[in-house]
C-alpha cells in the first residue's frame, strides 16, 4: 500500500522552517568587480635601432599591459572548491589484478622447471607464499581508510570485498603451509609430523605459524555464526591481531628466497609494506587526532524523534573544512562512560550548517541505547566523511530516493539537498506503522517546498494499510516493494537513478524488485553496513 504526503506549508512546522531557514541562501547574486582601467602609455620617442629590438620592446609593454589588467582575487575570497579524488571500483579491481599478475610473474621468473615430486611442492608452496603476502597487504590497504577510495568505493563494498579477500588469503596460507611441509618432507625422506617438528626450528618459519594462527583466529571471529555472538567490542579487539599477523607474514617473507633473492626484489616488497604501513598510520590514527584537535566537536543537543530514536547535534569549528557531502557518514566515539572505547558509523541526517553536525540514531544495542542518555558539553571524535552515497553517483535527471526504517537518515539529507526541479525527485519511505517513521515532518515539509514526491510504505506485505489524515494513507493489501507497486508508484521508474538505503533485507528484496521493474544494476545506488 502507498501513500503520497500531504501539501503541508512551512510555516506549519516552525521548529524545522528555522532550522532550514538557517542555509544561507545560494540564489543571490554578487556584485561584479569593477575593473580598474589601465592608464594609456605614454607614447616614446622615436628611437633608432634594429626591427628586432623594437619588436622586442613592443612584445614587453603588451606583457605589462596584461599584467597590470588582471584581475587579482579579493583577499580573504574562498578559491574555488576542488572536487575529491575518487578511485572506482574498475580502477582498484584493476589496480589488485595488475599487482597479483606482477606477484605471479616474479614468481615465474625464478621458478625451475622440474619433475621431482619435492621441487613441485616447493614451487607449489613459493607461488601461495608469495599470493598469501600480497593478499595480507591488499587487505590492509582495504580497510586503510584512504579517503580516495572510500569516497569512490563505498564503505560497504570495501568491507565485502575485504571479508572475501580474507577468505582467500587464509586459503592461500593454509595451501602455502600444506605444500612446504610436504616438500620439506619430501625432500629429506622423513614423515609429515618429524618433517613439521624440524621446520618450526627456524625463527622465520615459527614467527610465520604464528602469524598464520593469528589471522585463522581473526578469521573465525569474523565468520558470521560466531560474529553475531561475539560483542562489537571484543571482535573489533581480536581483529587488532590482524596487524600482528601481517608482521610476522613480513619477517618470514623477508627470509625467503622469493623475496631475499633479489635486490630490486626486496627493495620493492619493503616499499609497497612501508606504504601501506604509512597510510594506515596516517588515515587511522594521524588524522582523527588532528580532525579531533583543529574542529573540536561537543554535543549540543539530544532530541528524541520517535521510539527508541533520537537525533544527536553536535557543534565544532571549521566544520566546512571536512567537505562532508549529504548521503555519508562519520565513524563517531563519544568521549563518556561507556561509550568512548567504541566508534560506530553513523550516518548525517542533514546537511552541515552553521558549523553542526547531525545524527539520527535508533537503539539496537547497548552502545546505541546510552546514546540518549548523552549530555551537552560532551566531546566527539569523529573519523571522516566516508561513503560513496552521494551526488556524484547520480547519472539521471530524476531521482528516486528508497529508504527503510533508519536507513532514511542518509537519504533525509539527499532529499534536502539534490539539485532538481519538481516532479524530480520521489521518496519512498518502507516502515512497519505510521509511529515507525522518522523525521516525518521534516520530510514532508522538504517535499512541499521542493515540490517532490513523498510516499509512506507501511505496514506488512500482506496487512491492511491504516488511513492517517495527515499523510492520506490508502488501505489495500499486498508487497509495497513489489516491481508492479513500484512502477505503480513511479510510471518511468526504469529512467530514474534509485538511491537505496534500509536494512540488510529490505535492501536485497528493494534491489531484486527494481532489477525485475526494469532498472539497470548501474543505476541502482545502495550502501549497507552493519555494525
Request: glycine fraction near 8%; proline fraction near 7%.
Amino acid at each position: 500500500m502507498t501513500t503520497e504526503a500531504a501539501e503541508p506549508r512551512l510555516d506549519a512546522y516552525p521548529a524545522l522552517s528555522a532550522y532550514l531557514s538557517r542555509t544561507e541562501p545560494t540564489g543571490a547574486a554578487r556584485p561584479a568587480a569593477v575593473p580598474v582601467p589601465t592608464p594609456p602609455m605614454p607614447a616614446e620617442p622615436p628611437r633608432t635601432g634594429s626591427v628586432r629590438k623594437q619588436k622586442q620592446k613592443q612584445k614587453q609593454k603588451q606583457k605589462q599591459t596584461r599584467t597590470r589588467t588582471r584581475k587579482p582575487r579579493a583577499r580573504g575570497a574562498a578559491a574555488a572548491p576542488v572536487a575529491p579524488l575518487r578511485v572506482s571500483p574498475a580502477a582498484l579491481r584493476t589496480g589488485v589484478l595488475v599487482g597479483a599478475v606482477a606477484v605471479t610473474a616474479q614468481w615465474a621468473a625464478q621458478a625451475e622447471p622440474s619433475a621431482r615430486l619435492d621441487v613441485l611442492f616447493a614451487t607449489g608452496a613459493h607461488l601461495t607464499g608469495l599470493l598469501a603476502g600480497y593478499g595480507i597487504l591488499v587487505m590492509l590497504f582495504l580497510m586503510a581508510r584512504v579517503p580516495a577510495v572510500e569516497h569512490g568505493v563505498g564503505a560497504d563494498r570495501l568491507a565485502r570485498r575485504h571479508a572475501l579477500g580474507g577468505r582467500h588469503v587464509l586459503s592461500l596460507c593454509a595451501a602455502h603451509a600444506v605444500l612446504a611441509l610436504c616438500g620439506y618432507a619430501a625432500h629429506a625422506g622423513t614423515d609429515v609430523l618429524s618433517a613439521a617438528a624440524d621446520l618450526l626450528g627456524y625463527p622465520g618459519i615459527a614467527a610465520a605459524t604464528v602469524g598464520t594462527a593469528l589471522l585463522g583466529a581473526v578469521g573465525v571471529s569474523s565468520a558470521r555464526a560466531v560474529r553475531r555472538r561475539v560483542p562489537h567490542e571484543t571482535w573489533r579487539a581480536v581483529h587488532l591481531l590482524t596487524y600482528l599477523g601481517a608482521a610476522l607474514a613480513f619477517a618470514h617473507q623477508l627470509a625467503g628466497p622469493d623475496v631475499a633473492g633479489s635486490v630490486l626484489t626486496l627493495w620493492l616488497w619493503a616499499l609497497a609494506h612501508a606504504t601501506v604501513a604509512v597510510l594506515l598510520v596516517w588515515y587511522r590514527l594521524v588524522v582523527p587526532v588532528r580532525q579531533a584537535l583543529r574542529h573540536s566537536l561537543r554535543v549540543i543537543d539530544v532530541r528524541t524523534e520517535g521510539p527508541g530514536v533520537v537525533s544527536v547535534v553536535v557543534q565544532g569549528i571549521g566544520l566546512d573544512g571536512l567537505r562532508a557531502e549529504p548521503g555519508q557518514f562519520f565513524r563517531w566515539r563519544f568521549l563518556r562512560r561507556r561509550l568512548w572505547h567504541t566508534a560506530l558509523p553513523f550516518s548525517l541526517s542533514a546537511p552541515v550548517r552553521d558549523d553542526t553536525l547531525r545524527i539520527t540514531v535508533k537503539a539496537a544495542g547497548d552502545h546505541t541505547r546510552r546514546m540518549r542518555r548523552l549530555r551537552p558539553g560532551t566531546r566527539v571524535l569523529a573519523t571522516g566523511p566516508f561513503g560513496a552515497l552521494t551526488a556524484h553517483r547520480r547519472t539521471k535527471r530524476k531521482v528516486l530516493l528508497l529508504a527503510g526504517g533508519i536507513g532514511i537518515t542518509p537519504l533525509r539529507a539527499l532529499f534536502e539537498t539534490l539539485p532538481g526541479g519538481p516532479g524530480d525527485l520521489t521518496l519512498l519511505y518502507r516502515a512497519g506503522s505510521a509511529e515507525q517513521l522518522v523525521l516525518r515532518e521534516e520530510l514532508e515539509a522538504i517535499a512541499a517546498s521542493r515540490q517532490a514526491g513523498l510516499h509512506f510504505l507501511l505496514g506488512r506485505s500482506d496487512a491492511a494499510f491504516d488511513p492517517s489524515p495527515s499523510s492520506r494513507l490508502r488501505s489495500g493489501r499486498g508487497d509495497p516493494l513489489a516491481p508492479e507497486a513500484l512502477r505503480d508508484l513511479v510510471p518511468d521508474l526504469a529512467e530514474h537513478d534509485v538511491y537505496l538505503c534500509g536494512p540488510p533485507g529490505m535492501s536485497a528484496a528493494a534491489t531484486t524488485a527494481l532489477l525485475r521493474a526494469g532498472v539497470p544494476q548501474e543505476h541502482i545506488h545502495a550502501e549497507c553496513f552493519t555494525h
